[in-house]
């Protein structure tokens, strides 16, 4: 059974960083790609950053490329997502989330992914 596992979120000031975590068990962490998505309140789930299996590759959303930054240990079935600069609309509940195939070198839509964690609450407000 495979579980994912967020931390790292809670309540920051406009322009601070936050260190995202998501650790996973239960499976073959190294041979899937995986990806960070969030949801606002009245909002539908949106695509923030991907990664493939070995790093090589890594995709992100318009709205955040330049601030975050997602990286990954195989060796420790972890996976990150540095936060900078953060803005006020950068306020969600953040999933990690594992691809549902082998054959993806990166996945970027929510059908892609069929893991997914419970979610690591980020708000940023002064």
Request: glycine share 10%; proline share 2%; hydrophobic share 35%.
């Amino acid at each position: 059974q495979v579980q994912l596992v967020e931390s790292g979120g809670g309540l920051v000031q406009p322009g601070d960083s936050l260190r995202l975590s998501c650790a996973a068990s239960g499976g073959t962490f190294s041979t899937y790609a995986m990806g960070w998505f969030r949801q606002a309140p009245g909002k539908e789930r949106e695509f923030v950053a991907a990664i493939s299996r070995t790093s090589g590759t890594t995709a992100y959303a318009d709205s955040v490329k330049g601030r975050f930054t997602i990286s990954r240990e195989n060796a420790k079935n972890t996976m990150y997502l540095q936060m900078n600069s953060l803005k006020p609309e950068d306020t969600a509940v953040y999933y990690c989330a594992r691809a549902s195939g082998l054959n993806f070198i990166i996945a970027t839509q929510t059908y892609e992914y069929d893991y997914w964690g419970q979610g690591t609450q980020v708000t940023v407000s002064s």
